[in-house]
């Protein structure tokens, strides 16, 4: 069952399974807490105990299978990357951290560093506009002028 819910959890589609998920075992709660509706968690003491245990336990396996099996440079899970099927097919994109290009510009133009010092991007807006929420970000809107 772990590799199958491995394989669920990849899927661009159960996106928010995976975040509920890992939202879980980062705040060290057991998944089925997340994962259950709220309305149902209150019915949790009428569950059986060890079908919630074993869950969890199936759910923690398949995050770990999930993390152990996805390459850690680009992100895709090593049945996709790694499998020989002619049908499989991947194409490659560009992203651009500004953040980024800023740093590696400054260091670019500095011509020594103090040893153990960190460059780091300092964030601000032209003209003081406001700040861009993350949901602007990805309903793909910009400041308005």
Known sequence: MPGFLADALSRPENSNYALAVETALTWKVK??????????RAQMQDLDEDALAS????????WTILQRETCKKCGTPYWLGHNPDRYI??????????G?????????????????TTTYPVFSMYLEK????RSMW???ER???
């Open 31 to 40: 998944p089925m807490e997340i994962l259950l509706p709220i309305h149902q």
């Open 55 to 62: 869950a969890d336990i199936g759910i923690m396996k398949a």
């Open 100 to 116: 980024c290009v800023a740093v590696e510009d400054y260091e670019k133009n500095q011509k020594e560093r103090e040893s153990g």
């Open 130 to 133: 406001p700040r861009p929420s």
């Open 138 to 140: 990805v309903r793909g």
């Open 143 to 145: 400041t308005p002028d």
């Open 89 to 98: 097919k991947f194409d490659a994109d560009t992203v651009t951290c500004y």
